[in-house]
Structures are given as C-alpha cells and as structure tokens.
C-alpha cells in the first residue's frame, strides 16, 4: 500500500492533515487507522465489483474481450463468432465486405508498383515487416533494365487510377483503412496496472479515439459502389498480367515480399471478384483485412444447452474486439474492469516478423510481454484465461521455406524446426508465464487455432462456449 501523503488541495485536509506535535507513538497509530480506513475501503470496492459481476451472471450476461497485437487475428476470432451465433447479423454486412475485398486487391496492387518503382529507381531498400533470415539464398539482383520493360512500364501507366480508388475506399472505411505509420518508441503494455488496483478505473471512453463502432458503421451504406467496380473491372486484365508476371515475381521473391501469405491477400481470385455480381462469400469475409480502431462491440445470443424453459437457455455474450497496435493499447484498460473470459491471440508463425508500428520489436517478443502482463493483472485475476496460439498455417508454410526458428528464438535450441515441436514450445512457454505471473492460481485454456479455417473455428468455438458456460453456470447457480 502506498504512504498517505496529505494534500493541501483537499477539502479535508485540515481534517487528515497530521498534528504538528504528533508523537512516534501517535504517528504509528495514526497511520495503522488509515491502513485500516483504506483496507476497508478496498473490501467494500472488492465487495461491490463482486456483486456486479454476480448481478450479469443473474442476468445470464457475460464479457468476453478479445486481445493481442495487431494483425494476431482478434476481429477474425470474432468474425467466426458472429457466423457460428449471429448469422442474421452477419448476412446483413455480407455487402459491406466487398469494399474491404476491393481495398484489399488495390493495396496488393498498389504494393507490387510501388516495389517496381523502387526498382526502377534503384532503390533496393523497400522495408517488409518479415526478418531478415539468413538462411534464404537471395537470387544475384538484376540491374532495372534486365528486369523491366516498356510493357510493366505501360502497365504502371494503365494502372495509376487504382490510387484514387484507394483514396475513396479509404474514405468510406474510416481509419481502419488506414495503413499504420511507424512511430516514435511505445511500451508494449501502456496499460500495466501494477499500481492501478489502487487506483480507480473509469468507464469506457467514448471519445474520438477510443470510441465503440462496429463494422456496420465503418462500412455504411453500400451508395457509390459500382464506380469502384467498374474500374476494378476494366483494370482486371492488367492486375492479373502484373501478378503473374515472371519479372514482377522474381524481384517480389528477391525483396522477400511474401503477398501471398500477407493480410487481405485475393490476387488469385481476380477473375471471381473483379465482377460486377460478386458477393464476398464467408471464406472472403474472414481473410478480408480490415485494422480495428479503438474498441468495437457485439452482442451474441448463445443457448447453454441445459435450461429447459424458452428464454431461459440464453446468455448474451458481450465481445470486445480492440485495436491490437501499441498506440492502441492503453484504451484497453477501462474494458478489464468486469471482465469474465479474455481470448489471448498469439500469432505463432510471427517469430521473424517485426511490428509495423516500430520495425525494431520482434512480434513474438511483444506478443509474450503482453501475455505476462495480462497474466499478472491484479484486475483480471478472477478472469478465466483461454489462449489461442493462432495462425499454424502460415507457421506450417514458413517452416517449409527452411526459416529456422532458433535464428530468432535462440531458446528454441536444437529442437526440430518443425511445426508440432514449435507449437509444443510455445504452448508450455506460454502456460509456464500464465502459472508464474498469475497472482492466485488459475487454468488457462490453450488452443492451437488457424481462425481463417472456419470449419475447425466452428468446433474450437462449440467447445469454448460449453467450458464458459460451465463454468459460469455454476457460479451462477450459487448467486
Ligand atoms: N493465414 C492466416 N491468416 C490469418 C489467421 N488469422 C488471421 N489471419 C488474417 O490476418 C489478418 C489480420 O487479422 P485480424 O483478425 O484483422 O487481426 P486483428 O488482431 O484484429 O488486428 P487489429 O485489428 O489490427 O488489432 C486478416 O487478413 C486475417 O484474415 C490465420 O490463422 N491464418
Ligand atoms: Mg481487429
């Protein structure tokens, strides 16, 4: 507990202010009275967070937030949510997707001419988030006039007006759209509450920054679509010429730009949605990419299965989807307070990768510094831990590439540099911190999950939903 420091602005301060001839003795029992004050203080806190948490068990509500970095897969953990429990919902944004599907295959595109203009330019420095592994052989570089001809260069041409495509995309997404700049060093846990259970929390924000939006605001009415499908259209055969291209392909091969294993990645199916009838199907819906700002909010309707009466047998889940980049991070703190299950995505194929927000952090480093310390949170103690150790397909297809883990997780020893040993690894890595940093015992729930594939989502999320219903029933049952 922290020392009592009277201050002058307090309107109580005549009354707490120590007396000036105060004895050793009268100081000692002075200060055991305020420890009791405060320790009284904190049970009555204690007592009334306990009664609110019992009131929405009551009620059958419970809080669920989603976290990790960015880009670790939290929007798309809750995207297989909504279709396994709010199918209604999710049919009614199916249209909002196709602008996020067509942002997505401008970026590509918009990437791979901004990588030929680098080369022509000579400039061989085009930054990637992915580690600069060794082990790769690195094809001897071409000089530009080798590599490009006046066909790229017409294709350049015939594809500029992709950029203001973008900017109107862009414009009708809202910040999501926008790509991260890096910036100036952040900590990878500006919410640490090593101090902040002494300290009160305040309700969510609600401000421009931190503000609670779904993505049926962000993509409004579907209005001036077909313009951006018109071109999208017309610029298809040069898009699909530019991605096939052999001279592209090798310079995206040489400057280690993996597009197809990157966020948003559609180029392959340019014929299917450059069209003017295409509809984003589920599988679309899940690999769009689209960051999410600040916190957004769902409501599910999920049956336990075990109440016999009508409504009896549902609980309304309440998810909280939050922005994963660390300029983020600190609006997640208010959502701790009352929160009964967190969903911690680690993203396990990241250990070469680097944040977009600061090129210089490791993603796996800063992915278990996050753990940590949402294990040790004094505020999430009593909050039942399940740990998804996300994206095993890309893991599964780097490791193929030859990438060694131990290059960039020295820890990782002489063990097989492959997928199962990897992801054993990490899975006891992860639960040694959660048994370490937790500060009363508890288990947390680990599960190896590739949340693109929603056909093994659907089977994670049945059994995640009958081990938290269990639980929470039983506490319930107890009110
Ligand atoms: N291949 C593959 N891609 C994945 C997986 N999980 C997520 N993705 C993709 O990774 C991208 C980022 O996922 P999101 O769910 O948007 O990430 P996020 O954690 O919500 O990121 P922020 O909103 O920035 O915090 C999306 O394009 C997903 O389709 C996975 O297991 N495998
Ligand atoms: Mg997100």
Redesign the pocket.
Known sequence: MSAFVPNENDPFYEIMRPPPDETPAQMTARLKREADAQRISDNIDEDIKRDRASQRKARKELRILLL??????????L?NFRMQYARDAWEQERTGWRAVVQLNIIRSIILICEIMEAEMSGNTSFNTAEGDDDDIEVVPRHRESDTFNDKHRMLLIRLAPLRGLEADLKRRLGA?AEPIHPSAPMSATPFDDSDSVNTPVDPPKRNHEFFVRSWTDAMGPTGDLDSCTITLMTCKDDMKALWTDPAIQLVLEQRKVRLA?A??FFLNDLDRIATREYTATDDDI???????VGIQEYLLRISDGFSIRGNDNYWMWKLY?????RT?RSAWLPFFENTDVIIF?C?VSCFDERLDEDARVNRLEDSTLLWRSICSSKLLTKTQLILFL?????LKRKLKRGIQVKTFLPSYGDRPNEVMPVVKYLREKYKEIQKQHSPQPRVAYIYT?????TTATAKTLHSIRDRVLRENLVTSNLV
Request: charged fraction near 30%; proline fraction near 2%.
């Open positions: 990790g970095q960015g880009e670790s897969g939290k929007s798309t953990t995207k999501g294993d966020a948003g899940v690999r769009a990419r689209l960051r999410t989807d939050v922005g994963g980049c983020m995505l993203p996300n994206k095993c397909d890309l999950t590739t949340v693109t594939d």
